[in-house]
């Protein structure tokens, strides 16, 4: 048994992979967008919001765009109608008044006709692997007939909390206080992992595509579906693009350098116009253990990406996961998949193209021309924004012509300056820094180690990217900046209170005539998150939002068919915030521009993701993300604290409560569309 103290979750229900309270990786002096928004802004400017009054004349596509003025003069209240939840704190779910909220696939349960029952107790990786994965993160909806009433629904398996998972595993003493020995804390105690374990949360990871049908105006799995399959931390892959058989990428088991198993911590990702599911890899850092040869050449790559970190413990049961006995294997993911989900039987292909980092998703949208845009961020404090133009071009009468469209385009990175503009910078072999000179070879060598290569370019440095998502019908770019509370005071000014960045903040982007392909645009500061009502926190939510319809930490995001903003939070908690995680409605045109309204809250310990509205705007789909980690703070689930031996309390973990990762399916009592 390995003695440890208590682990980040928890102190900070995230429970993500990376330090929630991080320094950050990103060694340069690149200006951050703290610093530029501080000359940039005024706090009187944010809140009357400059892109409001710029006039996006050109159009996208068939659709017109309005301008911000129109737009104004069209919006006189909220678009959003519904009645707010109160914000709190409890150990269930709560959606609007009017509407229902039902759970459709938990962890552990069946997605085949042969899938065995969810045993808590006796599970095995063979089941695992026929099962519903654990912490879903991103929902995407790929239609079949063309109906919102039936498809194929895709789910991101992000990471395992194995001491949610497995009954028995965690026991719990305490120790004095190092700072204050007066004071006990409680230390962890984790039984060591074995093999079984270990295969348990490979088949945990990766992704679901499982068939669903509206039967009576109610979602429901088809287990049955010609379609459904688990895809894990096994499931064989193809990498292709530029970097695609890199002597970097071979490894003793795959010296082609195209041939790679499995896909890990997918968080955020994507649909494409083509109807293929996008997996974006995000904390790979965590899963590598060992210690790189004395002088290897891949040192500083994986310096600047944090591995190995070492929270797995995967590289005691397989090789790959142990960098000193296969030390290029951590180059093979960070990496975007796509999965054609139309054939159960075909090859995720890890799209070298988009590049290599800590991908938080991929959202796309088909420019003027015919391009098809992935906007891309990457999640840790101080990195940056990027996007992706392909060079082909999108065919919406043939499906096969797309196939490969993410082998060929350009990656850009994102610089934004103090007077409201910014550009795109490219990111290819030969241009400015991106030389031999500098260690770049080659695009794989561009691709492999993006981060160094958007350094040299002098890219933004930015509070933590999250989701990135395309706005159709008012042509702009919302970008979630979670938090960054390693800002220092000396990079701010009075213009922008936002040192120690504690709730985030969201961007709007304008791109340039309206063209998402376009490498320069306008930027501006939609809202600083936190609670309005404490001066020194500077939040810049409207005068119109209720204690309740504030938040902090945005993390996922969607725009609906309507072109209105929806925003998942991740980091609220009892004790933070006095609020758990949810969902938000946030108004961005006209009069209400700024407006938050409460529409979902999740359970304690839980993190908001998803969000999906579909096209018919008549379900809005959310995942419910490790239910109960840092219920130490409630004790409403019937334990002290998760710390305690769960085998005995593991009936509180039954399908009447939501405490495993969900899937969850909104609709309108009566029917209608989400207001």
């Not at 980091?571 to 409605?585: C, E, I, M, V, Y």
Request: hydrophobic share 35%; charged share 25%.
């Amino acid at each position: 048994m390995t003695e440890q103290t208590a682990p980040r979750h928890a102190v900070f229900p995230t429970s993500r992979l990376e330090d929630a309270d991080g320094e950050g990786l990103n060694p340069t002096n690149n200006r951050t967008m703290g610093e530029i928004v501080a000359a940039r802004f005024s706090r009187r400017d944010i809140l009357r919001g400059a892109l409001a009054s710029t006039a996006i004349a050109a159009t996208l596509g068939p659709v017109a765009l309005l301008t911000a003025d129109e737009a104004k003069a069209e919006t006189k209240g909220s678009r959003f109608s519904f009645t707010e939840v109160e914000a709190g704190v409890d150990e269930t779910h709560h959606v609007a008044s009017g509407y229902d909220a039902d759970v459709l696939l938990r962890w552990g349960d069946p997605l085949f006709a042969d899938s065995p029952a969810f045993d808590p107790r006796n599970q095995t990786p063979e089941a695992q692997a026929r099962q519903f994965g654990y912490n879903n993160d991103y929902v995407g909806f790929i239609p079949l007939d063309g109906s919102n009433e039936h498809g194929l629904l895709v789910v991101n398996h992000e990471y395992t909390n194995d001491h949610l998972m497995f009954p028995g595993i965690v026991t719990v003493s305490e120790k004095a206080d190092e700072k204050n020995p007066d004071k006990k804390v409680p230390v962890l105690v984790v039984k060591d992992a074995d093999k079984t374990r270990v295969d348990i949360e490979m088949a945990a990871h990766g992704g679901t595509v499982v068939e669903i049908r509206k039967v009576d105006g109610k979602w429901q799995v088809v287990r049955e579906g010609a379609l459904n399959r688990r895809i894990t931390a096994g499931t064989e892959m193809e990498l292709t693009g530029p970097a695609a058989g890199s002597a970097r990428l071979q490894t003793a088991a795959d010296p082609s350098g195209r041939k790679v198993f499995g896909t890990i911590n997918n968080c955020a990702g994507g649909v494409t116009p083509w109807g293929t599911y996008i997996m974006a890899e995000e904390n790979i850092h965590g899963y590598f253990t060992g210690k790189l040869p004395e002088g290897h050449k891949e040192a500083a790559n994986y310096k600047r990406m944090g591995i190995p970190e070492g929270t797995y413990q995967w590289g005691r049961f397989h090789d790959r996961f142990d960098v000193s006995k296969e030390p290029n294997e951590p180059n093979r993911f960070g990496w975007v998949v796509e999965v054609d989900v139309m054939d159960p039987n075909s090859i995720p292909k890890k799209r070298t193209a988009l590049g290599r980092f800590k991908h938080e998703g991929a959202e796309s949208i088909v420019s003027r021309d015919g391009r098809v845009v992935f906007y891309l961020g990457d999640d840790e404090r101080f990195d940056y924004v990027y996007k992706f133009v392909t060079s082909g071009r999108f065919d919406a009468s043939d499906r096969a012509a797309n196939r490969d469209l993410l082998d060929e385009g350009t990656l850009y990175v994102a610089r934004f300056a103090e007077d409201g503009t910014m550009e795109w910078l490219p990111l290819v072999h030969g241009e400015g820094k991106l030389t031999a000179e500098n260690g770049f070879e080659s695009q794989a060598d561009i691709l492999i180690e993006t981060r160094r290569a958007a350094d040299l370019l002098g890219a933004t440095p930015m509070d933590r990217p999250e989701d990135v998502q395309p706005n159709g019908t008012n042509g702009r770019v919302y970008v979630m900046l979670t938090n960054n509370t390693r800002r220092k005071d000396d990079q701010v000014d009075a213009a922008n209170p936002r040192a120690k960045n504690a709730f985030g903040h969201i961007i709007e982007i304008a791109e340039e005539g309206g063209d998402f392909a376009a490498t320069k645009g306008r930027w501006e500061v939609l809202l600083k998150c936190g609670d309005p009502s404490v001066a020194e926190v500077g939040a810049t939510f409207s005068t119109e939002t209720t204690k309740n319809g504030w938040f902090g930490m945005p993390d996922n995001c969607a725009v609906d068919t309507d072109g209105r903003l929806w925003v998942s939070t991740d980091g609220n908690s009892p004790k933070g915030t006095g609020r758990t995680d949810g969902l938000w409605a946030v108004d961005t045109e006209g009069e209400a521009r700024g407006t938050s309204k409460l529409f979902f809250r999740v359970p304690v310990g839980a993190e908001m993701c998803g969000p999906l509205i579909l096209d018919d705007m008549q379900t809005a789909f959310v995942a419910v993300q490790h239910p109960g980690d840092g219920g130490e703070d409630w004790k409403g689930f019937g334990r002290l604290s998760y710390y305690e031996d769960l085998s005995t309390r593991w009936p509180d973990f039954q399908p009447d409560m939501p405490t495993r990762p969900s899937v969850v399916a909104i609709t309108k009592q009566g029917g209608g569309k989400i207001a």
